[in-house]
């Protein structure tokens, strides 16, 4: 549920797979590319998963190279009161997001924000799998309700789940109640997403 920003590549990481990569937004510079972590190992000849997506033509998506974050600089004190915080649209439709000053407060070591699914959910639009190069990446799910897929395992999160969604997980966003909410953290600030 990451929101990156609308700038669009082609990925050499996922030649098997037509993809479009996206890169969020950052005001900092480029940190130094790190060691990409691999998935866990798939069996072959696995049947298909709900999404129509086989457990064999997820191994075939190599994980994306992120940045090191190695070094924090020093912080700055802040506070982001809910009368302040404003919801703005952002690269999905069928989301707003409430940026929390994280990214900005750490020197885009780490990019925190409160995630709004907006109205229906209507899978034509919404379930598109897609994956993101992150270091760390969790959410906790204030309001409502989704149904996800991680790599073939279908979840429903609800009021008070929360979840870490680990480098270059396969996932796709099923179906969500029309009040939900969700608090997103993502190290780095700056990262990229493959739509699969």
Not at 17 to 27: D, N
Not at 64 to 83: C, E, G, N, S, Y
Request: contains cysteine.
């Amino acid at each position: 549920m990451a929101r990156p920003s609308a700038s669009k590549t082609k990925s050499a990481a996922t030649k098997p797979l037509k993809s479009k990569a996206v890169t969020s937004k950052s005001t900092s510079a480029p940190a130094k590319t790190g060691k990409a972590v691999k998935p866990s190992a798939q069996k072959a000849g696995k049947k298909p998963s709900k999404s129509g997506t086989s457990k064999t033509a997820l191994s075939a998506i190599k994980p994306l190279k992120i940045p090191k974050t190695t070094r924090w600089t020093a912080q700055d004190f802040m506070v982001q009161h809910l009368k302040n915080g404003k919801f703005k649209t952002g690269l999905r439709s069928y989301a707003a997001y409430r940026d929390l000053g994280v990214h900005q407060a750490t020197d885009g070591v780490v990019q925190a924000h409160v995630i709004r699914l907006l109205g229906a959910c209507d899978p034509d639009v919404v379930s598109i799998r897609h994956l993101h190069g992150v270091q760390f990446q969790f959410l906790y799910m204030l309001k409502g309700w989704m149904i996800g897929e991680y790599n073939g395992r279908r979840v429903k999160m609800e009021e008070g789940s929360c979840w870490i969604q680990p480098n270059s997980i396969p996932h796709t966003v099923l179906d969500y109640s029309e009040n939900c909410e969700m608090i997103e953290l993502i190290l780095p600030g700056t990262f990229k997403t493959v739509e699969l």
